[in-house]
């Protein structure tokens, strides 16, 4: 209140005070995920170790399409099971030039129903194509079994 007196002080003389115009509300739109059945835009995964068949990927990747420019992305990620260990969690930016860039990368050790959520911008000159989140890695297998949530939006 006190740094409103001088401006009213300054107008007891015929000043007309108007309230100022309310920020807008950051638009967010969830993003659809590669592979899924385009109803619901987050995606539930146990973290597998993968088969030792040449043709056999562990599902640590979960990409999203990105179909319009946006100026900042969100990533969600939430723990479904108990299973006790540090989980390894990054997250990309992929570009149509075929470059990407890791936005997230850190150690995580979430407990059931807890979660986190990261806050990217995008970055300026670049033209995202899909956003990655990479939970689990061979480095940590401890983290095989692991079942999670997430999700990306994309904002304005």
Not at 39 to 65: E, M, Y
């Given at each position: 209140m006190s740094k409103l007196l001088p401006v009213v002080a300054a107008c007891i003389g015929g000043c007309m005070l108007t309230a100022a115009?309310?920020?807008?509300?950051?638009?967010?739109?969830?993003?659809?995920?590669?592979?899924?059945?385009g109803v619901t835009p987050i995606v539930t995964k146990t973290i597998s170790a993968g088969s030792p068949l040449p043709f056999s990927r562990p599902n640590w990747n979960t990409d999203f399409f990105v179909t319009q420019p946006y100026s900042s992305f969100k990533y969600f990620f939430t723990a479904n099971s108990s299973v006790s260990a540090t989980y390894p969690i990054q997250g990309y930016l992929k570009f149509t030039d075929g470059s990407n860039l890791q936005v997230i990368n850190e150690s995580y050790a979430p407990q059931m129903g807890t979660g986190r959520q990261w806050t990217v911008q995008a970055v300026p000159g670049k033209t995202v194509s899909q956003v990655n989140f990479k939970i689990g890695a061979s480095a940590d297998q401890a983290a095989t079994g692991f079942t999670y949530r997430i999700s990306v939006q994309g904002c304005n």
């Amino acid at each position: 209140m006190s740094k409103l007196l001088p401006v009213v002080a300054a107008c007891i003389g015929g000043c007309m005070l108007t309230a100022a115009a309310p920020v807008s509300a950051q638009s967010c739109q969830f993003l659809s995920p590669v592979g899924g059945n385009g109803v619901t835009p987050i995606v539930t995964k146990t973290i597998s170790a993968g088969s030792p068949l040449p043709f056999s990927r562990p599902n640590w990747n979960t990409d999203f399409f990105v179909t319009q420019p946006y100026s900042s992305f969100k990533y969600f990620f939430t723990a479904n099971s108990s299973v006790s260990a540090t989980y390894p969690i990054q997250g990309y930016l992929k570009f149509t030039d075929g470059s990407n860039l890791q936005v997230i990368n850190e150690s995580y050790a979430p407990q059931m129903g807890t979660g986190r959520q990261w806050t990217v911008q995008a970055v300026p000159g670049k033209t995202v194509s899909q956003v990655n989140f990479k939970i689990g890695a061979s480095a940590d297998q401890a983290a095989t079994g692991f079942t999670y949530r997430i999700s990306v939006q994309g904002c304005n």
